[in-house]
């Protein structure tokens, strides 16, 4: 199973960008998974989260700005993010725990996609 982020880039402060996440590869169902960003110098952190039981958690510092969905159709996860700040800019990475063939529970990340929100 392959993950691959998209919608990355450069935004002004209070600015919206969408990430997508699309895994591909051989047979499996998605069980959970979600978004995590790193910056520069700092620890990677929790941004948003599809438990399986379809609950979303998100971090502390997104106070509603960003919004986790997941189309199963198209094995995507998105990362809808709106009011963006400067101290967003990081890396953000997607994971998901997918159940593959034999009933294997594995984990997969991305490579990453950049965000940059200048002031």
């Known amino acids: 199973v392959q993950l691959v982020e998209s919608g990355g880039g450069f935004v002004q402060d209070g600015g919206s960008l969408t990430l997508s996440c699309a895994a591909s590869g051989s047979t499996f169902r998605f069980h959970r998974g979600g978004w995590y960003r790193q910056a520069p110098g700092r620890k990677r952190e929790l941004v948003a989260f599809i438990s399986n039981d379809g609950s979303l958690t998100y971090g502390d510092f997104v106070k509603g700005r960003f919004g986790v969905s997941r189309d199963n159709a198209k094995n995507t996860i998105f990362l809808r993010m709106d009011s963006l700040k400067p101290e967003d800019t990081a890396v953000y990475s997607c994971?998901?725990?997918?159940?593959?063939?034999?009933?294997?529970?594995?984990?997969?990340w991305g490579q990453g996609t950049q965000v940059t929100v200048s002031a």
């Open positions: 994971n998901s725990v997918v159940e593959e063939d034999g009933g294997a529970m594995n984990l997969y």
